[in-house]
């Protein structure tokens, strides 16, 4: 398998489709090669498309690969995103919080689920029920994580207190909105029907990387691709992965 994909890697090293987004990263632009490349994909939804990146990764694709249908998913939509997506009719826009109940059986069936610097942003629901949720309607989860190295526990951060957290977080405590987190961990948020700790704007967990592979066994999964991207200078207790897992049929 690994002979393959790196076959699939080498082939496609000449495109340089990296006009997208000036935040447009060459590790994510690899997993979807790989993964739209080997795999029979041709319908995805990518959970929290539009933060930083204005729906560039699922555009990508779809031009790349001659998708059928990309589904986007994003409570905040930019101006940006909603005008490049309105070019493509084969791209569904949902408005909504894809962490809700209703949210699988509304976007309905796909082929894949794109998730990008997103699991360790999820509570009520939380990561591993959130992928839960969306098992039984993809064959594929395409997954970018940041995870946590420090121990071999999956951590939630904000346990961690204040100190530790700012520590392991890629934020400053003057940063919003990071500045009022503690202050207001159990007040709700003006935005969300939740408390300010369960909202997906700040980082919430420490994913292990075993862990998530777990999970995903347990969900009928089974882990087709994995590639370590390595630490960051600026976030020494995680290392950023990439995986494809695919339906065990």
């Known amino acids: 398998m690994l002979k393959k994909i790196d076959a699939i890697i080498r082939?496609?090293?000449?495109d340089k489709s990296f006009d997208y987004h000036p935040r447009f990263r060459?590790?994510?632009?690899?997993?979807?090669?790989?993964?739209?490349?080997?795999?029979?994909i041709k319908s995805a939804a990518e959970l929290g498309c539009v933060w930083g990146i204005d729906c560039s990764y699922g555009i990508y694709a779809l031009e790349k690969f001659k998708l059928n249908k990309v589904k986007m998913v994003d409570t905040h939509w930019t101006?940006?995103?909603?005008?490049?997506?309105s070019n493509y009719p084969e791209i569904e826009v949902f408005k909504d919080n894809f962490g809700a109940e209703h949210m699988p059986?509304?976007?309905?069936n796909v082929d894949a689920v794109i998730l990008f610097d997103v699991l360790l942003h999820q509570v009520a629901p939380d990561w591993t029920r959130l992928l839960e949720m969306y098992a039984c309607h993809a064959e594929y989860f395409i997954i970018f994580n940041q995870d946590w190295i420090k121990s071999n526990l999956t951590t939630r951060l904000l346990d961690l207190?204040?100190?530790?957290?700012?520590?392991?977080v890629p934020h400053n405590i003057?940063?919003?909105?990071?500045?009022?987190l503690f202050d207001n961990l159990y007040?709700?948020?003006?935005?969300?029907?939740?408390?300010w700790r369960d909202v997906h704007h700040v980082w919430q967990w420490g994913i292990v990387s075993d862990d998530l592979i777990s999970v995903m066994k347990k969900l009928g999964f089974r882990l087709e691709?994995?590639?370590?991207h390595g630490e960051l200078s600026y976030l020494k207790s995680f290392e950023e992965h990439s995986y494809i897992f695919k339906k065990i049929r």
């Not at 082939?11 to 000449?14: A, H, I, M, Q, Y």
């Not at 632009?29 to 490349?37: G, H, P, Q, R, V």
């Not at 101006?79 to 997506?85: C, G, H, I, L, Y």
């Not at 007040?187 to 408390?195: G, M, Q």
């Open 11 to 14: 082939k496609l090293e000449d």
């Open 26 to 40: 060459i590790e994510k632009k690899e997993l979807l090669d790989i993964a739209f490349s080997k795999y029979d």
């Open 79 to 85: 101006d940006t995103a909603m005008e490049r997506v």
């Open 105 to 108: 059986q509304s976007i309905g």
């Open 161 to 168: 207190g204040e100190e530790e957290y700012f520590k392991n």
């Open 174 to 180: 003057n940063e919003a909105p990071y500045n009022t």
């Open 187 to 195: 007040e709700k948020h003006p935005l969300h029907d939740r408390i």
């Open 225 to 228: 691709y994995f590639s370590n």
